[in-house]
């Protein structure tokens, strides 16, 4: 079982907007509408950010925002802030009751 | 309020196994799937397996299949996972992580357990 694909890094400085994005197969992110994402500070358990490819938990400001095209998902941070500094990891249900998770991103605020 | 409460750092030897748990409170047990997430010092997010509270049942990661059981006990809303014949590669922090359809929507996590192997 392979993980999912992101970008080691990615980079931004506060007001802009940037995007993660994190590929799979069709046996996973192209075959169910169950991506979510995750935001992880440092020493701390991970917060979920995006559920169900584009849908917020309350209390997640509207700046996070999710989509997918095929196998690729995105996770999109708009209006960046020094806080949106953190590692951001994908998740995907992969069937037979099996989840994957993605190598992880660093998101720095420059 | 919803909480997943862990049990603390432990230290093993090569070849040992290690039992933490996850004691839910705040929601109803039965109604969440519990996944176990690992993460090795540096690393990513690796998924584990994952357990139905109501049943028992179970589906494990091919890589730790024969090596990682998880179990429930409903009485005390406890979750447990426990790993056999450790090695250095399973130095990690253990988490746990509710879930309502085992789709990998996670919305609470346990404050995570860290596993050191060394002889």
């Known amino acids: 079982q392979s993980a999912l694909t992101q970008p080691l890094s990615v980079s931004g400085s506060p007001g802009q907007s940037v995007t993660i994005s994190c590929t799979g197969t069709s046996s996973d992110v192209g075959a169910y509408n169950y991506v979510s994402w995750y935001q992880q500070h440092p020493a701390t358990a991970p917060k979920l950010m995006i559920y169900d490819v584009n849908k917020r938990p309350s209390g997640v400001p509207d700046r996070f925002s999710g989509s997918k095209s095929g196998n690729t998902a995105s996770l999109t941070i708009s209006g960046l802030q020094a806080e949106d500094e953190a590692l951001y990891f994908c998740c995907s249900y992969a069937g037979g009751y099996t989840v994957k998770f993605g190598g992880g991103t660093k998101l720095t605020v420059l | 309020q919803v909480q997943l409460v862990q049990s603390g750092a432990e230290v093993k030897r090569p070849g040992a196994s290690v039992k933490v748990s996850c004691k839910a409170s705040g929601y109803i047990f039965v109604s969440y799937y519990i996944h176990w997430v690992r993460q090795a010092p540096g690393q990513g997010l690796e998924w584990m397996g994952v357990?139905?509270?109501?049943?028992?049942?179970?589906t494990y990661t091919q890589k730790l299949q024969g090596r990682v059981a998880m179990t429930r006990d409903t009485s005390s809303s406890t979750v447990y996972m426990e790993l056999s014949s450790l090695g250095p590669e399973d130095t990690a922090v253990y988490y746990c992580?509710?879930?309502?359809?085992?789709?990998?929507?996670?919305?609470?996590w346990g404050q995570g357990t860290l596993v050191t192997v060394s002889a």
């Open positions: 357990i139905n509270p109501t049943g028992g049942v179970t």
């Open positions: 992580a509710r879930d309502y359809s085992a789709s990998g929507n996670c919305d609470h």
